[in-house]
């Protein structure tokens, strides 16, 4: 090997080879502007894969609760079909209660005219206590 001159600088140093001498070629420096070319593109790429996994997990998550909003929805149908069905047997067993009320308003003055006419027929009559009028 050829020793390397103390006169030639340090960026056009040669070496040899086979018996010929090259220039060693500087490194080759990144332009200042691509540093982080490569980085970015990747850091882009990973920004827009989990960009596009947490979109899908609110597409998931929004389809869920859009099922079980509607899986309640059934559930209160249900419950206010059974609500109403409690509030018409309510309105028809209040309707039986004043049927009941005017019947018996009806069999307590039927009641009280049969009395009034057996104590009659065998010549019993109620004195009249207050404001009562007497039977007979």
């Given at each position: ?6 006169t030639?600088s340090?960026n ?6 086979g ?11 990144r332009?200042s ?16 894969k ?19 909003n509607?899986?309640?929805e059934d559930?209160?149908a ?6 109403n069905?409690?509030?018409?047997l ?6 039986a ?6 019947s018996?308003?009806?069999v307590?003055a039927g ?17 009249s206590?207050g404001?009562?009028?007497?039977w007979?």
């Amino acid at each position: 090997m050829d020793p390397i001159p103390d006169t030639v600088s340090e960026n056009e140093k040669v070496y040899t080879m086979g018996g010929r001498s090259h220039p060693i070629p500087p490194p080759n420096p990144r332009p200042s502007s691509s540093v982080y070319s490569d980085d970015m593109s990747i850091m882009t790429c990973l920004v827009r894969k989990v960009s596009e996994e947490t979109r899908v997990q609110e597409y998931r998550t929004i389809a869920s609760y859009t099922r079980e909003n509607q899986a309640l929805e059934d559930e209160l149908a249900l419950y206010r079909m059974a609500w109403n069905g409690t509030i018409m047997l309510a309105n028809e067993v209040i309707q039986a209660i004043t049927i009941i009320e005017k019947s018996l308003i009806i069999v307590d003055a039927g009641v009280a005219s049969a009395e009034k006419d057996w104590l009659a027929f065998w010549g019993i009559y109620k004195e009249s206590s207050g404001l009562h009028p007497l039977w007979l």
